[in-house]
């Protein structure tokens, strides 16, 4: 993809559909590891359904279900309909126990059972959050200012390097095609360069592999800008894509 005007239709839906677990994930107040898994979960398996016409939201909310219990983050089904409802229909009144809310229930145990036998029952998942923690864990040795040290408006690094960790989650294929920790190592040095922070011991841009290659050795400079390039190009397209979503249903 080369331009915002090459993304297709079926990407433009899983942008707006991710857009909708992230938020549906933030109210139930689900980890980002959890969040991550539902994310991998919703994207393989809308992949294997994209030629049906199989719901994307009761997807979407299912994929929540099956992470939070593989995760073993638990979450009362009662909620999460709940949450998931509200979040797709603002506008309508609180859904209560009815037919209604039964019929929801029902179905989405019905697709749990159903997407596991697509996953096959394969639920392992190897994220890159682990790894930036070690990583900023271990640099946080050398830097001047710590990843817990506020930057502004008590925001601080870890919480930066995470929300933009949470985001590369919008392209599964990013997450596919680059191991966790080169991913991991690639958001650590964006945020370093944002934030125009020091690492002593580095005093000129080529001198940045250095540190990197104690955290991986096999990252090269190509794999870094290839990472970043395609993070700096999703925030692009996904900005377009729910900036566009949100004026349509303005109208």
């Not at 005093?203 to 050795?217: G, L, Q, R, Y």
């Amino acid at each position: 993809m080369t331009s915002l005007s090459t993304i297709t239709d079926d990407e433009k839906k899983r942008y707006i559909i991710i857009s909708y677990m992230f938020e549906c994930a933030a109210k139930l107040r689900l980890s980002i590891v959890t969040t991550a898994s539902a994310a991998v979960i919703y994207h393989k398996c809308s992949r294997y359904l994209e030629k049906s016409d199989f719901d994307q939201y009761t997807l979407a909310a299912t994929a929540l279900s099956l992470a939070s219990k593989y995760e073993e983050e638990h979450v009362k089904i009662r909620d999460l309909i709940n949450v998931t409802h509200r979040t797709l229909h603002p506008n309508r009144p609180h859904l209560r126990i009815s037919n209604e809310y039964y019929r929801l229930r029902n179905t989405l145990v019905d697709c749990e059972l159903f997407l596991i036998r697509i996953l096959g029952f394969h639920f392992q998942f190897n994220h890159p959050n682990k790894y930036l923690l070690h990583y900023f864990d271990t640099l946080s040795k050398w830097m001047t200012i710590t990843p817990s040290t506020p930057i502004k408006n008590n925001i601080n690094l870890i919480d930066i390097a995470m929300s933009i960790l949470q985001d590369t989650y919008y392209d599964y294929t990013l997450i596919k095609d680059f191991s966790p920790q080169h991913i991991a190592i690639a958001i650590i040095y964006l945020v370093i360069k944002t934030y125009v922070l020091d690492i002593p011991g580095v005093t000129n841009e080529d001198e940045h592999i250095h540190w990197m290659k104690v955290f991986s050795s096999t990252i090269t400079n190509d794999i870094l800008v290839q990472i970043i390039t395609r993070i700096n190009t999703l925030y692009k397209y996904v900005e377009r894509t729910l900036e566009n979503s949100s004026s349509t249903k303005s109208h």
